[in-house]
Structure formats: C-alpha cells, structure tokens
Nanobody, 117 residues
Framework: QVQLVESGGGLVQPGGSLRLSCAASGIIFTSYTMGWYRQAPGKQRELVAIISNGGTNYADSVKGRFIISRDNLRNTVNLQMNSLKPEDTGVYYC????????????WGQGTQVTVSS
C-alpha cells in the first residue's frame, strides 16, 4: 500500500521559515518524481515544486525562497520554506508520479501552513 505522510506544517509569522517533510512507503522511491502542491482556500491546487533524479522545478511565486530536496535512502522529500508570505498560506500536499507512467500518481493527506501575524 502506497503512503505519503506529510509533517512540519503550522503557524508562522510573515518572514519566517518552515520545513515540510514527506515520508513515502510502498513505492520504489527512485522511480518517482516527487513534488509539493498547495491549495489555498477557494483556489485550485497548484504546483509549488517538483524534484526528479535529474533536477528541480519551482513555481515562479516561490523561486528563491523555497528549496525542495529528496533523500533517496530515507525515501523522503522535503520543502524548506523561507521568507514566508501570507499568500503562502494553504494546505500543502506531497505528490509522487511514476516517471515512465504518469497515470501512476499518489497524494498525501496534506499539512496546513498558515502565515499570519
């Protein structure tokens, strides 16, 4: 059974930092492109960052502030979020997509991030 379990969300003041982690099980981790998405209240889910074994890609809104990384030994993907803004508020979801069959996609349950003073 595939499981993606997120942790690390919470409440932070503008300008602060948070680190999200996602632990994956039930998949061959190195065969998957891993990513983080977010959904703000009343908005559609959007891509934040993805990481494959070849590189990374970021939404323009988080470039220079967020860093995605993966640990292929521990089957984890992390999102370091710096200089947080109120517009970064939302539920953050971990995503896994099989690199050679994109119909094989899995989601975590999500973790809430709230940026507010």
């Amino acid at each position: 059974q595939v499981q993606l379990v997120e942790s690390g969300g919470g409440l932070v003041q503008p300008g602060g930092s948070l680190r999200l982690s996602c632990a994956a099980s039930g998949i061959i981790f190195t065969s998957y492109t891993m990513g983080w998405y977010r959904q703000a209240p009343g908005k559609q889910r959007e891509l934040v960052a993805i990481i494959s074994n070849g590189g990374t890609n970021y939404a323009d809104s988080v470039k220079g502030r967020f860093i995605i990384s993966r640990d292929n030994l521990r089957n984890t993907v992390n999102l370091q979020m710096n200089s947080l803004k109120p517009e970064d508020t939302g539920v953050y979801y971990c995503n896994a997509v099989l690199r050679y069959d994109r119909t094989r996609e899995h989601w975590g349950q999500g973790t809430q991030v709230t940026v507010s003073s």
